[in-house]
Structure formats: C-alpha cells, structure tokens
C-alpha cells in the first residue's frame, strides 16, 4: 500500500475543491530538501569569513605558484600522411591509413608503451642522466615510470598531426629527448612497412610450398585415373572412344547403304527388269552384249517374216540364233545373281560386325560416362589448385620484387627546438582557479563550522518576542541583520520554523478562533481525545520507563534528526499524553528538537503558559503544533485531521527535528497503513485490561513492514 499525502482517509470527509472528482491531490507539504532561504541566510552570515579565507588562501596561492620552478617543455611535430603511396601498380602490403583515425589513435598510445620507450632509453643512456638519477636502479621500471611522467603523446585535434613533448629542468635536453622518441617514432612506422614487406613474402613463400604439393597431387590423380579407366584425350573436349564412336556409326551408315544397293541389284536381276547399274558394268558386259544381239537377231526375224513369211529358212535361222542367245542370257543372269548374292552376304556380314562393335563401344561408353564425371571432380580440384598456385605465386614474385621499395608514411615535419621560457601557465588563468578552489575551501569550512555548532558570539537573547502561530519564540529583527548568538540547536528550530511558515500556513492569533455552528466545532470531541485537567506526571520519570522498557531498542531512531513517530490508541477515550511526554523527553535528552503534533487542549494551554513545566532541559526544544486548527483555520476543514498529520510526516523527511504525532485513535487497518507509511515508529498505547480482540480486528491484514514498526506500550 502506498499513501498519497493529501488522500482522503475516509467517506466521511468531503473532497472540497482541493479534489475535484476525486483525482486531484493535495500535496504543499513535501518541501523538498533545499531551502534556498536557509542558504542566502548562510551565504550573509558569513560573507566576511568566507571573504576573508577566500582572499587569504588564494593570496598564499599567487606567492607559491610565482616560485614554483616550472620545467621547459620542448615539443616535437610528427606528419603521418594518411595518403598511398605506390611506386609500382601493385598494391602495397599496408596501405595507407586514410581516414582511419582509429588508428592513429592506436600507433599514438603505442608510444606510451614500455617495450617501444625501453630501447629508445637504451640507446639515450638515460640510466647515466642526472635527471632520472633518483629513478635509477636494478629495475628499470621506475626509470620507464618517471620518464613517462615527463613525456605527452598527443593528436593534434582531428588532423594527422602527432605531437610529442617533453619536460625537463635542462631545456637541452627536454628537446633531445623530444626529438629522439619522434624519431623513433619514424622509424617505428617505417620498419612495420619492411617487416611488414617481408613477412608476408615469407608467408607466401611458405604457402606456395603447400599449393604446389598440392597441385602435384591433385594433377597426378587425374593422371592415375584416366589410365585406370582407358581414358584417352585426343582434344580438350573429346575422348579417343568418342571418336571411336563417331567413326562406327558412320561405317554402318555406309554400310547399310551398300547392303541396300545389292539388295537391289540381286531383285532386278532375279525378275530381269533391268541391267545393273553404271558402277557394275565390268561384271554385266557380257549381259549386255547377249541382250544387244539378241535384239539384233529380234529385229533380224521381224524383217524376215515380214519378206519371207514364218517359213522360210532364213527365219528358221533366225530363230535358232534367237533360242541360243536366249540360253546365254539365262546363264549369265544366273552367274550375276550369284555374284550379287554373295556380295549381298558380305555386305550384311559387315553390317553386323559394325552394328556388334558399336554396341561394345557403347557399353564402355557408358561406363566411361561414370568415369568422366569422378573425372570432372578431379579435374577441377586440379584446376582451382593450378589457378590459386599460379595467383600466389604472382603475388609472391612482386611482393619480393618490392621489399626494398617502401615509402615511409610518417615524418617529422618541425624538430624540437630548445625552449627559452619554462612551461609557466598564465598567471590571470591561475588566478582565476585559485579564487574558486579558495571560494569552495572556504564555503565548505564555513559550512563545517556551522554544522559543527562552535559559537563565534554568545549575546544573550532579547526579551521581546512574538509569538509564532505554533509556539516558535522568533526574534524581532534589529539593524542590517541578525546576530550570531544562537546556541546549538537554535538554528534547526528557526529552520523548521521557516519551514512551516513556508508550508501556506499564514499567521494565526494566539488565540484561534473557533467557528461557531461549523462541522468542525461540533465533532471535534470526535477526533479529539477527551481528557480531563490533572497535573502532568513528570516526562522524564516517564522517559526512564519508556527508554528501559517497550522502547528499550528504539533510543537511537528517536534520538536521530527528521525521526517521525506516531503515537495512537484503539481506544477512543484512553489519554496517552504522558506516553507522548516521555516519548518526547527521551526524544530531546541530547538537546534534539522536537515538534509535537497534538489536540491534547491541556498539554497546548500548558505549553503556552509555562513552557517550563514539562521539565526540559530547554524549553525552546519543545514545539508543540495543534492539526485541528490548522485544518479548521487554514483549510476550511475541507482537510481532516489525519491528512494535515500525514503532510507534517512527509514534510519532516530529512529535517533537523524529531516529530512525534500525538494521533487520534484509528478505527481501521486502513489508517494504520497509511500512517505508517512516513513514520519510523508506530506506538500503540493500550491499558492492561484492553481486549486482544479489538487490537486483532483493527491489526488484521497489516503488512509485514507496518508489522516491524509497531511498538505497544500498557498504562
């Protein structure tokens, strides 16, 4: 549960135009931790003093700085040129860097380093000067250390400019050894170029060892494998058995066409349609010669019977010769059809030796085919190795090539000079520190000496007061201003004065009228305790029993500045105002004010009347405040009690007073909550023979941190 300072506690308040619709809050109470007042107020009480230390101090400042030796600082100028440089078309094996500032960064704190500083002290001879000579010893870490000390290393802005300096009593030598780290400086960046050069033409070297070992065996596998599997090459794109093919299917094409031919051939001859064709003349001359005299002896016949008639000799003749050359012809078809015929079998048995060749062919075709594509991947392993070898060692070839051809990208563009002045810093400039370091030294022992609480005056206090609307005696103003005469613990009881002065709460009579016939009026019995006129026990008899007893464990916490402790009952009509003494009394042993937040009309009279009464040790250390009239007279009674309660708790945080609320009696667990939330004690006042079942009812639900605050205390 978390309060909200100025919620409304219960159904029974009114909301009032504080909080409309029930969503605005109230909250003048929380003041913060810085009083402005309270600091100009500090500010004039001790103007002269701080005035005076401030002046003295940096006075003194002046005299030491005008006689320090200051030493003389010699600086150097470095030029690293971010630009390339190339004497030949190959790229350089560390470019330039650009604009890279990273990187000048980087290769500047390098010279910082002890391994780049040791051998540039090393060839100096620094152990030898007078000035490291409290430096020197077995170790030479504190000559590193102190040459370090004496030695900046900077960039020049955003340029390229690397400014090395150093500081020395000798200005000879605060140049020297300026002039010699930037040289070192120079040459650093020069020699990475030719280390740089060399070792990457060793490591290429090396590697191309590897990729030739490589290119070998990956060569020698494709090698191996070709002859495992009868693979011959005759071009880059074919194979001995590819062409092996090609050539067989073109014989048995021709082939084909020559069985095709014959065949031919063999049917004319075999049905007499026809001679031969012009490419077998040589073996059908003589059928052709039968057929022409046969056609003679044709036309010879048909002319004779024509004259002579079918039965004249001559044609008798003639038929005879045309019957013999009949036979002749039948013999010589005969012989040409055998011929033809047995070149008709060669031809076919050609045919088939070609077609069982090719399918052979074809057969290791196919499993070549599954050869060639292991081939494939060995061959381009081959190829990627020869390729990568032929790059590195191109590479390796101008890197070697270029080694003694690195251009430096740093020089010293201005060497250090001897200084003719010491490295003094402007004396306004100094001043101008010193003033504000003396200023702070200054507010801070004012400060100090205020907290501390040493009086500078003791005046005894004037007699005339006025009477503060909450039983603050406030002194009248006299003069320019105040004077310093308080005694410890006067300063915090102004301030929470101030303080509730600046909460809106304006002046009211020492009297404060009440309003007749108002709510406030008429139900003020029940908010107020009832209590009757008895003399008062005496706080500190109550005090010693509260402090050995219930509170035994809390002394320190109510002892301590802006402690808030809360005082209630469940009873409605239990007086606990000598619990609230003693508490206060413990409270203000060590001289700590208190506020005492009460509507207890008796303890408010006596207080008023004889602030001596209640047996403090001083009687301005007790304030006591009455909530119901400040939510009467100041708020219209649109606040109730509780909430003005609630704003004093969290108006005491981090105060220098110790606030205890002599708070009306709670009737639910709600209310215990939420003062509980801002108190660091909530004392629960309860007579012996109080029922433990009302203190279950109003407790029941609690959380464990209200838990750890309660503290229970039997009348």
Same mark, same amino acid.
């Given at each position: 549960m978390t309060a909200i300072p100025g919620g409304a506690w219960n159904q029974e308040t009114p909301e009032g135009p504080f909080s =409309? #619709? %029930?969503? +605005? &809050?109230?909250g003048a109470f929380n003041q913060g931790l810085i009083e402005f007042s309270q600091i100009i107020g500090f500010f004039r009480r001790n103007l002269v003093r701080i005035t005076i230390i401030t002046a003295v101090l940096t006075a003194i400042a002046l005299v030491l700085f005008s006689f320090y030796p200051f030493p003389y600082k010699a600086t150097a100028l470095v030029l690293v040129d971010p630009r390339e440089r190339r004497v030949t078309l190959t790229e350089n094996v560390l470019p330039g860097i650009g604009s890279d500032a990273a990187f000048l960064e980087s290769i500047v704190q390098i010279v910082h380093s002890d391994g780049f500083l040791r =051998? !540039?002290?090393e060839d100096l001879d620094a152990k030898s000067d007078p000035i490291f000579a409290r430096s020197v010893g077995a170790d030479d870490r504190e @000559? @590193?250390?102190a040459f370090k000390r004496r030695l900046q290393v900077n960039r020049v802005g955003a340029t390229f400019i690397?400014? *090395?300096?150093?500081s020395s009593n000798d200005p000879e030598k605060s140049a020297l050894y300026a002039n010699a780290i930037a040289q070192a400086f120079v040459d650093s960046q020069t020699n990475a170029l030719v280390s740089a050069n060399a070792t990457a033409a060793s490591s290429l070297e090396e590697r191309l060892n590897d990729l030739r070992s490589n290119l070998e065996v990956s060569e020698k596998a494709v090698a191996s494998f070709k002859a495992e599997n009868g693979i011959i090459g005759v071009t880059q794109d074919s194979t001995l058995l590819q062409r092996e093919l090609i050539t067989l299917n073109e014989q048995i094409v021709a082939a084909k066409a020559e069985t095709e031919a014959i065949r031919s051939r063999v049917e004319k001859i075999s049905t007499g349609a026809g001679l031969p064709s012009t490419t077998e003349q040589s073996d059908a001359a003589q059928l052709a010669e039968l057929r022409s005299e046969r056609g003679q002896i044709l036309q010879n016949l048909s002319e004779f019977s024509r004259v002579y008639g079918d039965r004249h000799p001559r044609v008798t003749s003639e038929r005879s010769k045309l019957a013999g050359i009949e036979r002749q012809i039948s013999l010589e078809q005969s012989r040409l059809l055998a011929i033809q015929k047995e070149r008709l079998e060669s031809a076919n048995s050609t045919l088939q030796a070609l077609t069982n060749q090719l399918n052979q062919r074809k057969q290791t075709a196919h499993r070549t085919g599954r050869a060639m594509v292991q081939l494939a991947s060995l061959e381009r392993e081959a190829t990627a190795n020869r390729q990568l070898y032929e790059e590195f060692l191109a590479r390796f070839k101008a890197t070697e090539k270029q080694s003694g051809l690195e251009l430096g990208q740093a020089r010293i563009a201005s060497p250090a000079l001897p200084p003719l002045k010491p490295n003094r810093p402007s004396r306004v400039l100094a001043g101008l520190v010193f003033l504000v370091l003396s200023g702070g030294c200054a507010v801070l022992y004012a400060f100090a000496r205020e907290m501390k609480g040493a009086p500078t005056e003791k005046k005894r206090a004037p007699k005339k007061m006025s009477q503060s609307p909450f039983g603050f005696g406030r002194r009248q103003q006299k003069g320019r201003k105040f004077k310093e005469g308080r005694n410890r613990f006067s300063a915090p009881v102004g301030r929470l004065n101030e303080t509730i002065q600046k909460m809106g709460f304006q002046e009211v009579p020492d009297r404060p009228f009440r309003a007749q016939g108002h709510a406030r009026a008429r139900d003020r019995d $029940? $908010? &107020? !305790? &009832?209590t009757q006129t008895h003399a008062l026990f005496d706080a500190k008899e109550t005090s010693q029993y509260l402090k050995r007893g219930p509170l035994r464990r809390d002394v320190k916490t109510l002892q301590s500045? %802006?402690? !808030? !402790?809360?005082v209630s009952s469940f009873e409605p009509n239990l007086d606990q105002s000598d619990v609230v003494l003693g508490i206060a009394a413990l409270a203000g042993q060590r001289g700590l004010p208190v506020l005492l937040l009460t509507e207890n +009309? #008796?303890? *408010?009279d006596a207080h008023r009347t004889a602030p001596g009464s209640f047996g403090f040790p001083k009687a301005h250390a007790l304030s006591i405040v009455d909530p119901g009239e400040i939510a009467t007279n100041h708020f219209r009674n649109r606040r109730s009690i509780l909430e003005v309660i609630e704003g004093f708790s969290v108006s005491n945080t981090a105060r220098d007073t110790c606030m205890i609320i002599d708070a009306p009696p709670v009737? #639910? +667990?709600g209310q215990v909550q939420r003062l509980s939330e801002f108190a660091d004690l909530f004392v629960v006042v309860e007579e012996e023979f109080e029922a433990v079942s009302i203190n279950g009812d109003v407790l029941s639900g609690i959380s464990s941190e209200v838990e750890e605050k309660l503290r229970w205390v039997t009348l």
């Open positions: =409309p #619709n %029930g969503k +605005q &809050r109230y =051998p !540039v002290l @000559l @590193l250390a690397v400014e *090395i300096s150093f $029940h $908010h &107020r !305790v &009832r500045r %802006g402690a !808030v !402790v809360v +009309q #008796n303890l *408010i009737r #639910n +667990q």
